[in-house]
Nanobody
């Protein structure tokens, strides 16, 4: 059974940093994409960043480019999202998702499995 578990969320002051982790278990195919999404209250789900395990392709949304960094540890089946220079507007529930295949995408409907999410709050 495929399972994605996020960790690393919390409360941080503006300008601070957090690192989110997405641990994947129960998935054995070699090609997949891990995407990070976020959803703030009253807003639609937004794609933040994604990475392909097949060729390492990476994509960032314009709202987080140059502040967030996605990376992967294949040995640990874990994908990380390093978030720096956090702003109050980054406050949201962050979820990771798995897309079977190698084409990176920010369309949530293309993803096959989802984690439960972790809350990130940026506030002074």
């Amino acid at each position: 059974q495929v399972h994605l578990e996020e960790s690393g969320g919390g409360l941080v002051q503006p300008g601070g940093s957090l690192r989110l982790s997405c641990a994947v278990s129960g998935f054995t195919l070699p090609m997949y994409v891990i995407g990070w999404f976020r959803q703030a209250p009253g807003k639609e789900r937004e794609g933040v960043s994604c990475i392909s395990t097949s060729d390492g392709s990476i994509q960032y949304s314009d709202s987080v480019k140059d502040r967030f960094t996605i990376s992967r540890d294949n040995a640990r089946n874990t994908v990380y999202l390093q978030m720096d220079s956090l702003k109050p507007e980054d406050t949201a529930v962050y979820s990771c998702a798995l897309l079977i295949g190698g084409v990176i995408s920010f369309y949530p409907s293309m993803y096959d499995y989802w984690g439960q999410g972790t809350q990130v709050t940026v506030s002074s």
